[in-house]
């Protein structure tokens, strides 16, 4: 199929640090023909080095890659104390609480505030160098110290996404062996405040957590809150006494900077792990390459700071890139759908980077509230997250960008750190709905479980055939989970290479479109689920049997979850009664954003004779669809047609 394709506008190529396809062709060539010096290229520069490393990649170990070994650095210093001198006075972070109220942080205000809480984390919690310190935070700026300041003394951050239940932060905790708690008392969302810190005596209370030693608690909202004596301890109260000087630890390359628990297709979240000079130098150079990131520039991310998107492209990326990040607390419906565009229009935003769930439910909404503000200032568009469905797209870039805006479609995962394939703006020619070309030095190839790359125009599994800076280090106390998860499944020229989970397709140009998950991990919204967290709670229910949950699509989140509950009793209340009821255990034991839209009671599920779910064929039911495949292999093949029953009686 022909697609039309957009050229970069001229402007835009000329001030690019890639202008062309030229230059794009030889960064990629120069990485083929010399990984390594490649890499070297832009480490030794763009990385304030405290002492330089004497080698650039070690992979004499796959999977266990190591960057910029003998190196030293500190990822706070990087974004922050490297700036001071000559723009001491810039904008780092402009907030926006969703009252209205805003905030304009220095860099040199940032130091100090980064400074102190680095100051009192190390003097009054005694956290040191490797302990773990889990986060559960709004969208204030508060959020960032902390996170800086965990970087800045060598603490490993652990942030929960403030949607997460009391069960998630605790076997975040567990898992972990976190130290302390910071969360916030709450924050405001729909012009209303909500609270964030009973989740936390939720998760403390239930037993288990035994390494925490103390909650360091924000206030945000001001709202009344119980606090445990001896335990919880006030932010605001405590740091005005701290000194603004803080000497940042020294970490080695290769010191764990950040953990970030992502949903598999089976099991428990995975702690993936990110490491101190490969994360860093990648997230600062993607700003440069896919956001073509300028000085005056003013940068919006809508993330928020509980996913990769949030940590790498709110905080670490823009920082470390000395630019202006925008940060926004609350929803994009209040007061009204065009908050967004306000926003644009008075923070005079010159890169808005969404996700294709937001673009699509402010496009239901209309085209009269982008019309009423100036949206001139953005330069380019970006989107993460999920695929962009056409409609969509062409939405974006005529009413959001005006028709002339560069979107950078960004594939890319928790586990790889940073963006890995993406247009650069003032480059590659851009597809509606298709992430282009991976990134300089990124090996991203279309292949077979045994490296055959997938001929054009078919689907293949999405691999990164080489280790790259930014690459997930491990998965926390499982390195057995670690080469399983992400090098069990395909080998190139005999290795084990890093398998994404993702199904794709290359087209004649060379183009990578991502055609979606190939395993039972699930997305809603942009929020990544696996099926065997959601379907371990929904067990939970006393009158469960079993249960498989599988996504359908939807036309504003993307995908939806639709659960087939088998039931362990004759007599039961009504089937709307028990999926509230299901609901309500998914809530609380993973997270709102994790409930099902739709619930199918079931006599019984597809399964092979050894005992796995063919989700295949119940996506198939779910959305009405031809089953074309052989069943004849099932245990019981005589339950597809009893699920059919079921499903088309009760919808
Ligand atoms: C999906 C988010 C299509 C993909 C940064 C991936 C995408 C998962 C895109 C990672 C995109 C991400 N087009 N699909 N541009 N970007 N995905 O770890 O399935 O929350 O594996 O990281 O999102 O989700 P995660």
């Not at 000079?277 to 700003?287: E, H, K």
């Not at 055939?465 to 499944?489: A, L, N």
């Not at 060379?510 to 055609?515: A, E, Q």
């Not at 994790?594 to 796995?612: A, E, N």
């Amino acid at each position: 199929m022909e697609h039309k394709l957009f050229y970069p506008n001229k402007e835009l190529s000329a001030n690019a640090a890639v202008k062309n396809m030229n230059e794009y062709n030889k960064l990629q060539n120069f990485a083929k023909n010399d990984y390594e010096g490649f890499w070297d290229s832009f480490a030794k520069d763009k990385i304030t080095w405290k002492k330089p490393y004497t080698k650039g990649l070690d992979d004499s170990n796959m999977p266990f890659a190591k960057w910029f070994e003998g190196g030293e650095l500190n990822v706070s210093e990087q974004c922050i104390d490297r700036h001071l001198e000559k723009n001491g006075e810039k904008t780092a972070i402009l907030f926006e609480g969703e009252l209205g109220d805003i905030q304009k942080i220095t860099y040199n205000e940032l130091s100090r505030r980064v400074n102190k809480t680095a100051n009192l984390l190390k003097n009054r919690y005694g956290i040191t160098k490797g302990d773990r310190v889990v986060i559960y935070m709004p969208m204030i700026p508060e959020a960032a110290y902390m996170m800086l300041a965990c970087a800045r003394i060598g603490a490993i951050h652990s942030i929960v996404f403030g949607g997460f239940s009391s069960d998630a932060i605790r076997d975040r905790i567990m898992n972990a062996k976190a130290k302390l708690v910071i969360t916030a008392d709450g924050a405001y969302r729909k012009g209303k405040p909500y609270m964030l810190k009973p989740a936390v005596d939720e998760a403390l209370a239930k037993g288990g957590c035994d390494s925490i030693e103390k909650v360091l608690i924000v206030k945000r909202n001001n709202q009344e809150m119980t606090l445990v004596d001896g335990r919880d301890e006030i932010y605001n109260d405590l740091i005005d006494s701290m000194s603004e000087d803080n000497e940042a630890e020294v970490m080695q390359s290769e010191d764990p900077l950040f953990l970030l628990y992502t949903s598999g297709s089976t099991g428990k979240p995975k702690g993936v792990q990110h490491n101190t000079a490969g994360y860093i130098l990648w997230a600062q150079m993607t700003m440069e390459w896919v956001f073509d990131i300028k000085p005056a520039d003013i940068y919006w991310c809508t993330a928020d700071v509980g996913w990769i998107t949030g940590h790498t492209y709110i905080v670490y990326g823009p920082l470390a890139a000395g630019a202006t990040t925008v940060m926004y607390e609350g929803i994009p419906l209040f007061p009204d759908a065009g908050r967004w565009w306000k926003m644009i229009q008075d923070h005079k935003i010159t890169q808005f980077y969404t996700a294709p769930t937001a673009i699509r439910m402010l496009h239901k909404i209309g085209d009269d509230e982008p019309k009423k503000y100036d949206l001139s200032s953005l330069r380019i568009l970006g989107t993460v997250g999920e695929p962009i469905n056409p409609e969509a797209w062409d939405w974006y870039h005529n009413k959001i960008g005006g028709g002339t805006c560069p979107i950078v479609d960004t594939w890319w995962q928790t586990e790889t750190g940073g963006h890995m394939i993406s247009p650069l703006p003032g480059a590659t020619p851009i597809q509606a709905g298709c992430a282009t070309l991976p990134i300089p030095g990124i090996m991203a190839e279309v292949i077979d479980e045994d490296g055959t790359p997938t001929p054009v125009g078919e689907k293949g599994l999405l691999c990164i055939t080489r280790p790259w800076p930014s690459m997930i280090r491990g998965v926390w106390g499982d390195p057995e989970r670690f080469k399983k998860s992400y090098f069990g499944d395909c080998k190139k020229d005999g290795k084990p290479v890093y398998f994404s989970g993702d199904g794709a397709m290359v087209d004649e140009k060379g183009y990578i479109t991502i055609t979606g998950r190939t395993d039972d991990v699930m997305n809603v919204s942009g929020h990544r689920i696996g099926s065997a967290e959601v379907e371990a709670s929904i067990g939970n229910a006393d009158f469960v049997a079993e249960s498989a949950v599988i996504s359908q699509p939807h036309d504003v989140k993307g995908e939806s979850l639709t659960a087939f509950v088998i039931l362990n009793l004759h007599d039961h209340g009504a089937y709307e009664d028990m999926a509230k009821e299901i609901n309500k255990i998914i809530r609380t034991e993973v997270g709102a954003f994790s409930m099902c839209d739709r619930f199918i009671f079931v006599p019984g599920l597809p399964k092979t004779r050894s005992g796995k779910i063919m989700r295949r064929i119940l996506r198939l039911i779910a959305t009405d669809e031809e089953i074309t495949q052989d069943i004849s292999t099932l245990e019981d093949p005589s339950v597809v047609k009893a699920i059919i029953e079921a499903t088309k009686e009760q919808s």
